[in-house]
């Protein structure tokens, strides 16, 4: 008797897949990967804490768009918009691409021989190993826009990519490639809920000597999904640096995939997560280093009440010849009540007998004592409990070394706190 074979997670959805055109070599290769692996469900490790049902699902789950008086975030700085609404490139609200002295092009519409016809998706198909991450696969498939960045020395301004959302169903996947030449440098923000359900990749080569600062927002829409993906590559005496907000969502996995691959490198990732309720916040992160005398971090910092949860899984992998390497990770929380729940699995996977290498997690309330201390100077219970989550998530926010932007997100903060008071 023939015993049927189970199908793989979103076969019949992965089955339905029609590719996009251009970059079509990327593209079948991602798809095949894809087809092999499957989608993720609940009994691979990696997702054990997050269930990927909805973003695996034909259709996303509607989400209406929230209508603030904000100031939009880094509006009173000078940098090149490019904005996305639904997934789609607006080019009415969008500054001209040739603004900031680099080379600037849409995925949509790229020329099959454009310089990152060889690039596209190969950072995201080497960080499919050790560990698989479908979701990545199915954007470098399907991925309808996004931006080829190419800097061949300091960009005069930074790039600032902003996702608007409009419509409540909307399913937008955006693939950008970044590559910096030697000794380049590029700022890129990101903001931006980006619509019901989002699913980007970020390929970054951040060449010899050249430095590359990443600051995203992500929020600020409650009903949203986003599955975020970072894979970068950093040459010798390069520098990279990470930083995410992330106020409210549904749920939100942010992958981070580095690999240290020229001696004297440095790699930095860090976020703040503020998560009131129905919140899932995912952050998993994987730095290799390869070469000699790299330099890691990884800060994460979640403040979570009435039931949020938080996720981390952070791993450091330091191969055979990677002397005097310094990888370093925390992971922190700070629940506001007993309902709330975070969830960790740090790791250290060491091949080098001369190294620097830790990681600490922990999980704890509000200091009653640092309460007592601003109480009993006048300070109302609601400030001082905003004064000490501000001062929780400080570590993670000074690896913004622009003070001005870390200044504006400090700003979101303090308006987060002050709505979410009580």
């Known amino acids: 008797m023939a015993v049927a074979l189970k199908e793989k997670p979103g076969a019949a959805r992965i089955a339905a897949l029609a590719l996009p055109e251009g970059m079509a070599a990327g593209r079948r290769a991602a798809l095949a990967r894809l087809t092999e692996m499957g989608l993720p469900g609940r009994r691979d490790e990696y997702w054990r804490w997050t269930d990927a049902a909805a973003l695996a699902a034909e259709a996303p789950v509607p989400a209406a768009a929230t209508t603030d008086d904000e100031a939009p ?153 986003a599955i975020t993906h970072i894979f970068a590559r950093v040459a010798a005496e390069a520098l990279f640096k990470s930083f995410t907000l992330t106020v409210n969502g549904v749920l939100t996995r942010n992958e981070c995939v580095i690999d240290i691959l020229g001696d004297d490198a440095v790699a930095h990732v860090a976020g703040a997560a503020l998560g009131d309720g129905a919140f899932l916040h995912d952050d998993t992160v994987f730095i290799t280093h390869a070469a000699e005398r790299g330099e890691s971090r990884q800060v994460f910092k979640k403040v979570l ?87 929780f998530v400080a570590d993670a926010i000074a690896e913004i070394e622009d003070e001005t932007l870390a200044g504006e997100i400090v700003a979101r903060l303090e308006g987060w706190l002050a709505r979410h008071r009580g």
């Open 73 to 225: 975030l880094f509006d009173a700085i000078d940098r090149l918009k490019i904005v996305f609404t639904d997934g789609v490139f607006d080019a009415a609200a969008s500054d001209d691409l040739a603004g900031a002295g680099i080379e600037i092009t849409r995925l949509a519409g790229a020329p099959e021989l454009s310089w990152a016809t060889g690039f596209y998706g190969t950072l995201e198909a080497a960080g499919q190993s050790p560990v698989a991450r479908p979701f990545a696969a199915l954007n470098s498939a399907m991925a309808s826009d996004g931006v080829l960045i190419r800097v061949t020395g300091k960009a005069t301004k930074p790039v600032h990519l902003i996702y608007v959302h409009k419509s409540e169903t909307s399913d937008p996947i955006l693939h950008h490639c970044v590559k910096l030449e030697e000794n380049a440098e590029l700022t890129l923000l990101e903001t931006g809920p980006a619509g019901a359900r989002f699913n980007k990749v970020l390929e970054v080569d951040v060449g010899r000597g050249a430095r590359f600062h990443h600051i995203r927002a992500q929020g600020r829409d409650h009903d949203r999904r």
């Open 305 to 391: 009440k009435h039931g949020a949860v938080g996720v981390f899984q952070g791993k450091i992998l330091v191969k055979p010849g990677a002397q005097k390497t310094d990888g370093y990770q925390i992971s922190q929380s700070l629940l506001l009540d007993d309902d709330s729940q975070f969830l960790a699995k740090p790791e250290l996977e060491i091949y080098a007998d001369d190294v620097k290498c830790s990681h600490g997690s922990t999980t704890g309330a509000i200091d009653e004592t640092a309460l007592f201390y601003l109480r009993s100077r006048g300070v109302p219970v609601a400030e001082a409990t905003s004064l000490l989550v501000l001062s």
